[in-house]
């Protein structure tokens, strides 16, 4: 009787195990990489490169089902962003990555960190549009209740003169487009989908140790919450090297996957320290302070970030 009632107790753990791992496996990884390419920065196109590459390996290493969407030149418009945002079907499980790499800027008023990026297409029509404040994007994800944001812009957070006007969300995600508002129409296709098949996730999979993928879930399905970055603090500028992309950008991967261990790159020992989102940002904040200091750059990206859990 006690031996059934064991083997029934195993039974039941199992099932409720099993019943864990299937519905983490089905959560999904949501990345929005906006890429703003037709800027007149050469970087950029180094940084969609390698925050795409970035997302596969975080997709592939945690299991998390890829849904991602690659924004690049004429993509890069306000209403279309929005659109796609809010046609976004997050579930409790899930994680969203948002990454913005483009010009940015801010207003004296302005009481929030976080830059007004700068949409250029937008901005073209009217030179007093074409602004979005991060922070509205960022609200914008949360409000669906995903378990965990990484937001991420390596955009310049300088001050402007001018108090520029904002387009209305009504007017945007109205689809009242008629003669004088063309400008509006939305760009066919929207975005690019980034694919990731099951031999790519495999082979990405293989490339790297059981710690390494065990740092990754660590990271990314072991935390609730937000985490908020970019690359300057309010009255910065932020760098974009032609060959290679922006600073900032390079110097958060490279903290990641040296602390994770990618490649067998162990390059920093935590000790008995688990690895942490603040580890990882402190990291990327001093290499990246470190590299402009070697490259003689001054007042440029000086990173900041907000964890919430």
Same mark, same amino acid.
């Not at 890069?76 to 948002?98: E, S, Y």
């Given at each position: 009787m006690?031996?059934?009632k064991c083997?029934l107790?195993?039974?039941l753990?199992?099932?409720v195990f099993?019943?864990?791992v299937? $519905?983490?496996? /089905? =959560?999904?990884?949501?990345?929005? @990489?906006? #890429?703003?390419?037709?800027? &007149?920065e050469?970087?950029?196109v180094?940084?969609?490169?390698?925050?795409q590459?970035?997302? $596969?390996r975080? /997709? =592939?290493f945690?299991?998390l089902? @890829?849904? #991602?969407f690659?924004f690049? &030149?004429?993509?890069?418009?306000?209403?279309?962003v929005?659109?796609?945002?809010?046609?976004l079907k997050?579930?409790?499980n899930?994680?969203?990555l948002?990454?913005?790499?483009?010009h940015?800027?801010r207003?004296?008023?302005?009481k929030?960190?976080?830059?007004d990026l700068?949409?250029?297409?937008?901005r073209?029509?009217?030179g007093?549009?074409?602004?979005?404040?991060?922070?509205?994007?960022n609200?914008r994800v949360?409000?669906?209740?995903?378990?965990l944001?990484?937001a991420?812009?390596?955009?310049?957070n300088t001050y402007?003169?001018?108090?520029n006007k904002f387009l209305s969300?009504?007017?945007?995600?109205?689809g009242?487009?008629?003669?004088k508002n063309?400008a509006f129409?939305?760009p066919?296709?929207?975005?690019?989908?980034i694919?990731?098949?099951?031999?790519?996730?495999?082979?990405l999979?293989?490339?790297q140790?059981n710690?390494?993928l065990?740092?990754y879930r660590?990271?990314?399905l072991?935390?609730?919450?937000?985490?908020?970055t970019?690359?300057?603090?309010?009255g910065y500028?932020?760098i974009?090297?032609?060959?290679?992309g922006?600073?900032y950008?390079?110097?958060?991967?490279?903290?990641l996957?040296d602390?994770t261990?990618?490649?067998?790159?162990?390059?920093h020992?935590l000790g008995k320290?688990?690895l942490s989102?603040?580890?990882?940002l402190d990291l990327a904040s001093?290499?990246?302070?470190?590299?402009?200091i070697q490259?003689?750059y001054k007042?440029?990206d000086v990173?900041?970030?907000e964890?919430?859990y």
């Amino acid at each position: 009787m006690i031996k059934n009632k064991c083997l029934l107790m195993f039974c039941l753990l199992v099932i409720v195990f099993s019943f864990s791992v299937t $519905k983490l496996q /089905a =959560a999904r990884l949501h990345a929005f @990489l906006i #890429a703003d390419t037709i800027s &007149g920065e050469d970087g950029i196109v180094k940084n969609l490169d390698s925050m795409q590459r970035q997302v $596969k390996r975080i /997709a =592939a290493f945690t299991d998390l089902k @890829l849904n #991602a969407f690659l924004f690049e &030149g004429e993509q890069v418009r306000i209403a279309n962003v929005i659109q796609q945002l809010d046609n976004l079907k997050i579930k409790p499980n899930d994680v969203v990555l948002l990454y913005f790499s483009m010009h940015g800027s801010r207003t004296l008023q302005k009481k929030n960190c976080w830059p007004d990026l700068i949409f250029t297409i937008d901005r073209s029509f009217d030179g007093e549009m074409g602004y979005l404040d991060m922070n509205k994007l960022n609200e914008r994800v949360l409000n669906k209740h995903p378990r965990l944001l990484l937001a991420i812009a390596d955009s310049c957070n300088t001050y402007r003169i001018i108090d520029n006007k904002f387009l209305s969300e009504d007017f945007l995600i109205s689809g009242n487009i008629n003669e004088k508002n063309q400008a509006f129409l939305l760009p066919t296709p929207a975005f690019h989908q980034i694919k990731l098949g099951k031999n790519e996730r495999a082979e990405l999979k293989m490339t790297q140790d059981n710690s390494c993928l065990k740092l990754y879930r660590t990271l990314f399905l072991k935390n609730k919450g937000s985490i908020i970055t970019s690359a300057a603090k309010p009255g910065y500028i932020a760098i974009q090297e032609p060959a290679t992309g922006g600073v900032y950008t390079m110097q958060f991967i490279k903290a990641l996957q040296d602390l994770t261990g990618f490649s067998n790159r162990h390059t920093h020992n935590l000790g008995k320290e688990s690895l942490s989102w603040k580890i990882v940002l402190d990291l990327a904040s001093m290499q990246t302070q470190d590299q402009l200091i070697q490259n003689d750059y001054k007042g440029a990206d000086v990173p900041q970030f907000e964890i919430s859990y």
